[in-house]
């Protein structure tokens, strides 16, 4: 999650003027989305659905970003 914090941090300093860093934080984030809901399906703990929120949002604001 950390890793991919800072991915989305690149992606949104260059503003997405550079489209591999867009493809590649896309990518990164849909599949910690990805991680986030299978461990929230194995674990239903609310600190686990904390974090699966946590997740939501900041893939849901790398998309929105780009706009």
Known sequence: MIFVGFLN???ARVAGQ?????ILCYVANLTTA???I???VVD????VIFGMLLIAL???TAF???K
Request: glycine letters at 4%; hydrophobic letters at 55%.
């Open 9 to 11: 941090i690149i992606f």
């Open 18 to 22: 550079d489209r591999l860093t867009r």
């Open 34 to 36: 990805a991680f986030g």
């Open 38 to 40: 299978l461990i929230v």
């Open 44 to 47: 239903n703990e609310p600190q």
């Open 58 to 60: 900041m893939t849901i």
């Open 64 to 66: 929105l970003l780009n």
